[in-house]
C-alpha cells in the first residue's frame, strides 16, 4: 500500500535561485564575472522566496557570492554547483556556433572545445543535489537549475528558459523529484 506524500510544507524541496542580472551582458560560464545587484525590488522578492529554508548552498562564482549577500545570505559555499564550462565559447570575442537541429540527448552530450557538455555538468551537480536534506535554498546558475530540471526531464531540461533572479522548485517524493515551478520570477 502506497504511503500517502507528507504534508506540503514538510516535503523537501529545492529552492534554485538564479543569480542576479550579469553586470556585463555575455555567455559567463565559468569566467568569474560580477552581477549586478541595483534591482532591489527583485532582489526583496528573491529573499522572500527562499526564506524559510533551513539550508542555504551557492555556486562560490562571483556574481553568486555577490547576489548571496545582496539577499543577506550567509551560504555554504560549493564548487559543484558552477556553471557549465563552455571552453573556448567564454574567450573574448567568441560566438556560439549554430550546432543546427540537435535532438535534446545530441545537444546535452555536445562537448564545447576545451570545456564540459551538459551531460557533464549534471554529473557534477546531481550528487550534490541528491545530498540535499528539508528545504535547501540554492544560489547558482541557470545551468544548475537545468542540471536539477534534467533529474526529472532529462536532457529535454535544456529547452528552459531560467532569467536572472528566477526560482526553480523541485520536491522531493517518494519517488523521486517532481517540478513544482520553473522561472518564477518578481511580479
Known sequence: MRQPDPA?????????????????????????????????????????????AGTVWASPA?????????????????????????????????SIPDLGPLPPDAL???????????????????????????TVAIVAHAG????ALAMVVGPAALSFSIAPLSLTILARHAGGWAIETVNRVAP
Open 62 to 94: 562571483r556574481r553568486c557570492r555577490q547576489t548571496c549577500a545582496a539577499l543577506g545570505l550567509t551560504p555554504e559555499y560549493h564548487p559543484a554547483l558552477w556553471e557549465q564550462d563552455f571552453g573556448a565559447w567564454e574567450e573574448p570575442g567568441a
Open 144 to 147: 544548475t537549475a537545468r542540471a
Open 108 to 134: 546535452a552530450a555536445h562537448r564545447p572545445p576545451g570545456g564540459e557538455s551538459f551531460s557533464d555538468m549534471c554529473a557534477r551537480v546531481q550528487p550534490r543535489l541528491d545530498q540535499a536534506r528539508g
Open 8 to 52: 506540503p510544507d514538510l516535503v523537501p524541496r529545492l529552492l534554485i535561485l538564479r543569480h542576479a542580472p550579469l553586470a556585463r551582458p555575455g555567455l559567463a560560464g565559468r569566467r568569474d564575472v560580477d552581477a549586478d545587484c541595483g534591482d532591489r525590488a527583485a532582489l526583496d522578492w528573491a529573499a522572500g522566496a527562499v526564506r524559510g
